[in-house]
């Protein structure tokens, strides 16, 4: 089974979410800017989600981080139950 290290920042908004990629493609800081606007409790760490395999998420967001998202690189917002998520796969375990 494949496992991921991810994190991400949960927003209300689609133009918010496309303004914080704007802003981490730029060049800020991912935990950062998940401290300052993540809605969901891991935004106090640097959004970050820890391990989890396949399944662990909604089909949405399992679907962007099992993809071939390079590791590192932002996602486009994707959409859920919950809001906007901006994802990072931070490592890969196979």
């Known amino acids: 089974m494949s496992r991921v290290v991810a994190?991400?920042?949960l927003v209300s908004s689609e133009t918010e979410a496309f303004d914080l990629k704007e802003k981490i493609d730029a060049g800020e800081s991912?935990?950062?800017?998940?401290?300052?606007?993540?809605?969901?409790?891991?935004?106090k760490?640097?959004?970050?989600?820890?391990?989890?395999?396949r399944g662990a998420m909604?089909?949405?967001f399992d679907q962007v981080v099992f993809s071939d998202l390079p590791v590192?690189?932002?996602s486009?917002?994707?959409?859920?139950?919950?809001?906007y998520h901006v994802l990072?796969?931070?490592?890969?375990?196979?």
């Open 7 to 9: 994190s991400h920042i």
């Open 30 to 43: 991912f935990a950062d800017l998940a401290k300052q606007h993540s809605s969901c409790p891991s935004g």
């Open 45 to 53: 760490d640097g959004g970050s989600l820890g391990e989890f395999g």
């Open 58 to 60: 909604v089909a949405e």
């Open 72 to 74: 590192g690189q932002c």
């Open 76 to 83: 486009e917002p994707v959409k859920t139950q919950f809001g």
């Open 88 to 94: 990072v796969v931070d490592k890969r375990l196979g």
